[in-house]
C-alpha cells in the first residue's frame, strides 16, 4: 500500500484532534455512582495529597476524581465556575460575595445545620452571607510573628507587644548578616493587609457597614510601618517569600511574620530557640491581632450532579471527623475548623502551638465578606506606597476609603 | 476544475480562518460587548450599563498609572535594545574569525523563555541577601546588599526589568542587523574610502545607517510592539501569592488582575483592554506614518 500525502495528513490532524481530547483528569476512586470532579489547591507538605485521595476513594455513592491544581488556583477555579467543565466540589479560599451573588456555588446551609455551633465562628462567619452558609470550613489557618530567642536576648531585646516596640526591636536586631524582621520580599504591603489596622483597633468594615478606618489615629499607625523599611530593618528580596520559614531559620533574620504551618519545620531546626507572638498592638484603643482564614469546601452550581456533591461534602466535611482531624494535623499544621476537634487535638496542647491557638482565640480577625478583590487592591496598593514610598498615610488612606466606601455601595445596592 | 481548486482552497484556508474567527474575533467582540456591561464573575451578563466602565477605568488612578508606566517603558526599552543590537551586530560584522561563533552565542538567549529568565533573574542574579551575585560583586567593593527588586527609591526594579529583556531579546535583533548590513554593497564604502570619509561616526552616519533603513523600521515595529505585551517577565519578577506591587505594573498585569482575579470584573477588565487597545492603534499608526512604513530605501 502507498500512502499518500493527503492521507497522511488527514491521519495527523486526527491524531491531533485526538490527543487534544485526552487529559488526565485523575478519575480513580472506589464508589460507584455518578462522577464527581473535586479540586484542591497544591499544598506544600507531603502526604496531603495521597490523604486527600484516599479520602476521596472512601466515599460509596459516587466515583470521587480528585485534581490537585498547582499554580493561581483562584483564577483557576474563579474561570473554571464560569464554564461546564470545571469542578462540582471544590476547595475556595472565599467564596467571595460576587460568587455568592453571581449563585456560582451553592447554598450549603442544611448540611451544617446540625453542627454549626461547633465549628469556629471566626472562619465560619466569613462563609456565610445573610444567614446562609456557602462554604464548609476545612480548616484554621493563622499567621503570626515568629522570633528567635536567642538573638534578641544577645541583642537585649525583649519580645516587643507594641508596634513601637515591634519597630525598635527590628532596628536594634538588624545587623551586618541578619536583618530585624522579614514580612515578606514586598515590605510587608501583601502579607500584612488589614492586621496592624485590626491591631490599633480599626476594622476593614464596621458594624454599620460602613468604611471601619477612617480616622487619622489609622493613618498614623500604617505610617509607623514606613520606619521598618526605611530604618532597612526589613529583609527584602530573600530566595523564598515569607510563606515559607527558610529566611528565618537560616538566620537571614530575627523575627519573621509567617504562618502556622511553618511551626514544624521551625521546631525541627530551631529546637526551642524560638517564640511567637500576634502582632503587636499600637494606640491606646488598640489590642493584639492576628489574621485567620480557612479555605471552604464549596459546591459549584453547575454541577451536574448537585445533591451527590452536595451530600460528598456533607460527608467529608461535617461527618467524618477522623478525616478532618487526620487532614489538619497529620501534613501541615493547621487547626482544625471544629472546636470538638481542636479541644481534642495534643499537638496543639502547649508549647508555642498552645499560644497560636490562643492568639486565633483571643486576637483572630477575619477578611469580612463584604472586603471585595477591588477593595482589598485599592487598599494594598496604598500600602506599599506607604511602607515603601513613604507617601503620606493620610492622603493614601482617603482615596482608599473614597474606592472601599463605592464598592460597599455597589455590593449593598445589589443585595 | 475550478470548484475543486475551491474546494481545496477551503480545506486548507478554512481551519485557519476557522480558527482565527473562534479564537481571536469572537473573544474581541464578546470582550467589547462585555465592557457595556455590569459583569461581576459572569460572560453572559444581563446589566447594561453603557460607558460606565469606561469612566470608572480612566478615573482609576492604578490604571492611568499603569498606562504611564508601560509608555515609559517603551520610550526607554526600544532606543536601548536598538542601539544595544546594533552594536552588536555592528562588532560581530566586523569579526575575521569565529564570527559563527560569536553570533550564536549572542543569538542563544532568545531561545531562553521570559519566565525561566526572569525567575533566574530574580532568584540568582539580583536576589536581594547578601550572596545574590549582583549582591556578591557590590560586597567586594565594600557595598552594601541591594534589594533589587524591592527598592523604590532609587526604582533598581527597573535594572532588572530592563537587562532581563535586554538579555534575551539583543540577540535576536542582531541577527536582523547583521542580515541588513551584509547586504550593504562594499564598493559603496570603499568609495567613501576614496572620497576621504574616516572609517568610524562619519561612516556609520552617513552610508551604514541609511542603508539599514528598511531593517531599522522593521526592528523599531517590532519591539515598539514587543514592549506593548510586556507581562511575562513583569509578572514572574514582581508578583507573590498576595498580588502585584502597585509599581511596575504594566496595564496586562493589571487587567490580568482586574479581571481575571478573583476580582473576576471582567466588564471592567474588558473596558480596560478595549483602551489599551486604541492607545496601541493610535501609536502604531502614528510610527507607521512617522517611520514612513511601507516606503523602500531607495524612497529615502
Known amino acids: 500500500m502507498t500512502i499518500r500525502r493527503r492521507d497522511l495528513l488527514a491521519a495527523g490532524v486526527g491524531a491531533g484532534v485526538l490527543t487534544a481530547c485526552g487529559s488526565n483528569t485523575g478519575r480513580g476512586g472506589g464508589g460507584s455512582g455518578p462522577e464527581l470532579a473535586q479540586w484542591y489547591h497544591q499544598y506544600g507538605e507531603p502526604g496531603t495529597e495521597r490523604a486527600v485521595r484516599r479520602y476521596a476513594a472512601g466515599f460509596k455513592k459516587a466515583r470521587v476524581s480528585v485534581q490537585w491544581r498547582p499554580g493561581n488556583y483562584d483564577q483557576q477555579t474563579a474561570a473554571a465556575l464560569l464554564t461546564d467543565s470545571g469542578p462540582d466540589v471544590f476547595e475556595v479560599n472565599g467564596p467571595t460575595l460576587d460568587q455568592i451573588r453571581g449563585g456560582q456555588v451553592l447554598d450549603l446551609t442544611e448540611l451544617v445545620a446540625k453542627v454549626k455551633d461547633d465549628f469556629n465562628p471566626a472562619v465560619l462567619t466569613p462563609k456565610t452571607h445573610d444567614g446562609r452558609v456557602y462554604a464548609i470550613p476545612q480548616v484554621i489557618d493563622m499567621q503570626m510573628l515568629y522570633y528567635r530567642k536567642s538573638l534578641l536576648e544577645d541583642a537585649g531585646v525583649e519580645p516587643p507587644t507594641t508596634l513601637d516596640a515591634l519597630v525598635d526591636a527590628a532596628h536594634r536586631l538588624t545587623g551586618d548578616k541578619v536583618k530585624g524582621l522579614f514580612l515578606g520580599n514586598d515590605g510587608g504591603a501583601g502579607v500584612l493587609g488589614g492586621t496592624p489596622l485590626y491591631a490599633a483597633g480599626f476594622r476593614f468594615v464596621g458594624d454599620d457597614g460602613e468604611v471601619g478606618f477612617d480616622d487619622p489615629a489609622a493613618a498614623r499607625t500604617l505610617g509607623k510601618l514606613h520606619r521598618l523599611y526605611a530604618d532597612k530593618s526589613l529583609l527584602l528580596g530573600a530566595p523564598s517569600d515569607w510563606a515559607d520559614p527558610s529566611a528565618f531559620v537560616q538566620g537571614l533574620t530575627a523575627m519573621q511574620w509567617t504562618g502556622l504551618w511553618a511551626l514544624p519545620r521551625v521546631r525541627e531546626e530551631l529546637g526551642d530557640d524560638f517564640g511567637v507572638l500576634p502582632f503587636p498592638r499600637d494606640g491606646s484603643q488598640g489590642r493584639p491581632s492576628v489574621p485567620v482564614g480557612a479555605y471552604g469546601a464549596a459546591v459549584s452550581a453547575r454541577s451536574r450532579h448537585k445533591e451527590t456533591a452536595a451530600r460528598y461534602v456533607q460527608w467529608l466535611w461535617v461527618e467524618r471527623t477522623d478525616y478532618q482531624e487526620d487532614f489538619a494535623l497529620s501534613y501541615g499544621f493547621h487547626i482544625p475548623a471544629r472546636i470538638s476537634l481542636a479541644e481534642k487535638a495534643t499537638a496543639l496542647k502547649d508549647g508555642p502551638a498552645a499560644d497560636a491557638v490562643r492568639f486565633t482565640t483571643d486576637h483572630g480577625y477575619a477578611q469580612p465578606l463584604l472586603w471585595t478583590p477591588a477593595s482589598q487592591t485599592a487598599y494594598q496598593d496604598a500600602l506599599s506606597r506607604i511602607i515603601k514610598d513613604g507617601a503620606g498615610p493620610e492622603r493614601e488612606l482617603r482615596a482608599v476609603v473614597r474606592k472601599v466606601s463605592a464598592e460597599l455601595d455597589r455590593v449593598k445596592k445589589t443585595s | ?300
Open chain 2, 1 to 300: 476544475m475550478r470548484r475543486r481548486g475551491a474546494l481545496w482552497f477551503w480545506v486548507f484556508v478554512g481551519p485557519f480562518a476557522l480558527g482565527l474567527a473562534l479564537f481571536t474575533y469572537v473573544p474581541l467582540l464578546w470582550s467589547v460587548t462585555l465592557s457595556f456591561f455590569d459583569a461581576h464573575n459572569t460572560v453572559t451578563p444581563t446589566r447594561f450599563v453603557g460607558l460606565d466602565n469606561y469612566t470608572a477605568m480612566l478615573r482609576d488612578r492604578a490604571f492611568v498609572d499603569s498606562l504611564r508606566t508601560f509608555l515609559v517603558f517603551t520610550a526607554f526599552i526600544v532606543p536601548v535594545t536598538y542601539v544595544f543590537s546594533l552594536s552588536l551586530a555592528l562588532m560581530v560584522n566586523r569579526l575575521r574569525t569565529a564570527r559563527a561563533f560569536f553570533r550564536s552565542v549572542f543569538f542563544l538567549p532568545a531561545a531562553c523563555s521570559y519566565v525561566v529568565a526572569a525567575l533566574i533573574w530574580k532568584m540568582s542574579l539580583f536576589s536581594g541577601v547578601r550572596f545574590g551575585l549582583a549582591n556578591s560583586v557590590l560586597g567586594w567593593f565594600g557595598g552594601d546588599p541591594v534589594a533589587w527588586l524591592s527598592t523604590t527609591d532609587p526604582p533598581w526594579y527597573w535594572l532588572v526589568i530592563v537587562t532581563v529583556r535586554l538579555w534575551l531579546q539583543a540577540g535576536f535583533y542582531m541577527i536582523l542587523f547583521l542580515a541588513g548590513l551584509q547586504r550593504i554593497d562594499p564598493a559603496l564604502y570603499e568609495a567613501a574610502a576614496v572620497d576621504g570619509a574616516r572609517p568610524g561616526w562619519t561612516v556609520l552616519r552617513h552610508i551604514t545607517l541609511p542603508q539599514l533603513r528598511a531593517t531599522s523600521v522593521a526592528v523599531v515595529l517590532l519591539l515598539v510592539i514587543n514592549a506593548f505585551q510586556a507581562f511575562d517577565e513583569f509578572y514572574n519578577l514582581l508578583s507573590d501569592a498576595r498580588g502585584y506591587p502597585p509599581y511596575a505594573r504594566p496595564p496586562l498585569v493589571y487587567l490580568y488582575y482586574t479581571a481575571l482575579g478573583q476580582g473576576q470584573n471582567l466588564g471592567l477588565g474588558s473596558a480596560g483592554a478595549v483602551i489599551l487597545a486604541l492607545v496601541i492603534a493610535v501609536v502604531t499608526l502614528g510610527q507607521a506614518r512617522w517611520l514612513r512604513l511601507g516606503r523602500t530605501d531607495a524612497d529615502g
